[in-house]
């Protein structure tokens, strides 16, 4: 049997945290706990506060005290800490993206690799699918859903395909929809084409990239002067909105000063080079091919 969710960076990203064995710390992507695990062995009477839309994820949930675990989208991560009357913390952690578990079971839809439902819902009671998306929205929205989360090159000619076939046709099944495509993809990269079309589509599925600046926008006000942010991502989209909010405070645009023309940052680099895996996690853990760690410490 497959692991649920093999832990990216593990080790690097709890040196990261700086635990206080006391203190109180938040896992936005619980998934299979492998980090909440490791977390958890450095607290003594600490607290974790855990967050995951998806119900799979419930299932993994470790029968101890000092977890509080949360079924939601960690986009409402400040409302669910003040309704369980939790003030600032000393850490946040998030590992984004798709857990080991979406990719391996093909009922899920997120992975190529099997025939079945265009789903790719995080959160399955979401009523936004990735067959919905294809079927019924504008081809202005796909062309900007594939541009901007896939960065795909023959963007035009994608989603003309998609819109002819389905004047006469409802796409339906991931084989269906490849088969569609498959004039698009470029000869012997068609599994790297692929993973960009797919990608495009759980992002916008999930709305994920609002997700994650609504959780940014809110780490300034939950973590405490001197916690930690640690952020692992899984493409550059993601990417660079940690490092321009690390950096900026903000996604995009200049810096903001204040009256005395100090920069208005809430928080600093802890590495200035990004963290990425070393070759013997990249070998035994596809997922790593493309993480990278950003660490930063609240001021």
Avoid: W
Avoid at 117 to 125: A, F, G, I, S
């Amino acid at each position: 049997m497959k692991a649920y969710h093999i832990p990216v960076l593990l080790n690097e990203s709890i040196e990261g945290l700086n635990i206080n064995p006391e203190g109180t710390y938040v896992d936005v992507t619980y998934g299979g706990g492998g980090h909440s695990k490791e977390i958890l062995k450095k607290l003594t009477k600490g607290k974790l506060i855990a967050f995951d839309q998806d119900k799979d994820a419930v299932l993994n949930v470790i029968n101890d005290q000092r977890l509080l675990f949360v079924n939601h989208n960690f986009r409402y991560l400040k409302n669910f800490l003040r309704y369980y009357n939790i003030g600032q913390v000393d850490g946040l952690f998030a590992d984004l993206g798709v857990s080991s578990h979406h990719f391996d079971v093909a009922g899920r839809g997120f992975s190529y690799r099997f025939d079945g439902e265009l789903d790719m819902r995080m959160n399955q009671n979401s009523s936004i699918t990735a067959k919905h998306v294809l079927n019924i929205y504008h081809e202005k929205q796909l062309y900007n859903i594939f541009k901007l989360y896939g960065e795909i090159s023959n963007t035009l000619k994608l989603v003309n395909t998609i819109v002819n076939y389905r004047k006469t046709n409802e796409i339906k099944t991931i084989n269906q929809f490849k088969e569609i495509i498959s004039d698009c993809m470029p000869k012997n990269r068609e599994n790297k084409y692929l993973s960009k079309v797919f990608q495009a589509l759980r992002i916008e599925v999930n709305g994920e990239v609002d997700s994650l600046k609504d959780l940014l926008m809110q780490s300034g006000d939950v973590i405490k002067k001197d916690g930690r942010l640690v952020v692992i991502t899984y493409h550059s989209i993601e990417d660079r909105l940690v490092k321009n909010y690390i950096k900026k405070g903000k996604f995009e645009g200049e810096v903001e000063k204040d009256f005395y023309g100090n920069f208005k940052v809430l928080f600093k680099a802890v590495n200035k080079k990004v963290i990425v895996p070393n070759e013997n996690e990249i070998e035994n853990n596809v997922r790593a091919r493309s993480a990278k760690l950003r660490i930063a410490q609240r001021v």
